[in-house]
């Protein structure tokens, strides 16, 4: 049997279109370190690049000798925000105030989003991970959760600079367990910071030695 049937498309459609709200949603942190409201990214946006740079990331790592699997990591990061189309971003020191609290009530927002499709147990199980940072893969997802929100800021003239590196340094002490990946996220930021690396501008044009070896 290869059709779906209507019920089954719409329990898969009223996901997706939940999931849409994420276009919408400011991350909310920013708004407290100086951000106007048209220069915090959306959850949807973030959410894109911590899934496409934690795979890369995770791959790159497993070239290195690490012992990670990057489709796992990258299954994670999909998971990683998707409650927030539900319950909206919360910041960093509202979920410190509400402690474990808010941690249920994103899960139950998930489950309850999850509810009808065939893989919610599995798409359950990235999530909580997450959640927990129990392994390398949720914590690699975490480093570039993380180092997404340090960029943003980077990146944008009107943000406090100091409150986000205060913020990233706490978040990533208590949230960033394994010690070699903890510093390694040290290094990164230190390297963007320092403007030692930049974003691609065309580094090979001009380049003829480079350009051959393309």
Same mark, same amino acid.
């Given at each position: 049997r290869e059709r779906m049937d209507d019920k089954k498309l719409a329990e898969v459609l009223e996901v997706f279109l939940t999931v849409q709200v994420?276009?919408?949603?400011?991350?909310?942190?920013?708004?407290?370190?100086?951000?106007?409201?048209?220069?915090?990214? !959306?959850?949807?946006?973030?959410?894109?690049?911590?899934?496409?740079?934690?795979?890369?990331?995770?791959?790159?790592?497993?070239? !290195?000798?690490?012992?990670?699997?990057?489709?796992?990591?990258?299954?994670?990061?999909?998971?990683?925000?998707?409650?927030?189309s539900i319950t909206g971003d919360i910041g960093t020191y509202a979920k410190e105030l509400a402690r474990d609290r808010f941690d249920k009530v994103e899960k139950d927002a998930v489950k309850l989003l999850i509810r009808n499709l065939s893989a919610k147990e599995k798409l359950m199980k990235y999530f909580r991970e997450y959640q927990k940072l129990s392994s390398i893969e949720a914590q690699v997802v975490k480093f570039v959760d993380t180092l997404d929100a340090f960029v943003q800021a980077f990146n944008t003239p009107s943000a406090n600079m100091d409150d986000v590196k205060s913020s990233v340094a706490y978040i990533s002490k208590k949230k960033i367990k394994n010690p070699k990946?903890?510093?390694?996220?040290?290094?990164?930021?230190?390297?963007?910071?320092?403007?030692?690396?930049?974003?691609?501008?065309?580094?090979?044009?001009?380049?003829?030695?480079?350009q051959e070896k393309l």
């Open positions: 994420s276009k919408e949603l400011p991350r909310q942190g920013f708004l407290y370190s100086g951000f106007k409201i048209n220069e915090a990214d !959306s959850v949807a946006a973030h959410s894109y690049n911590v899934a496409m740079f934690a795979y890369i990331m995770a791959t790159e790592l497993k070239k !290195s000798g690490w012992n990670i699997n990057p489709d796992k990591t990258l299954k994670i990061a999909m998971m990683h925000d998707i409650g927030e990946l903890f510093a390694l996220f040290n290094i990164a930021t230190r390297l963007i910071d320092e403007r030692k690396v930049t974003l691609y501008k065309g580094h090979v044009m001009g380049n003829t030695e480079t």
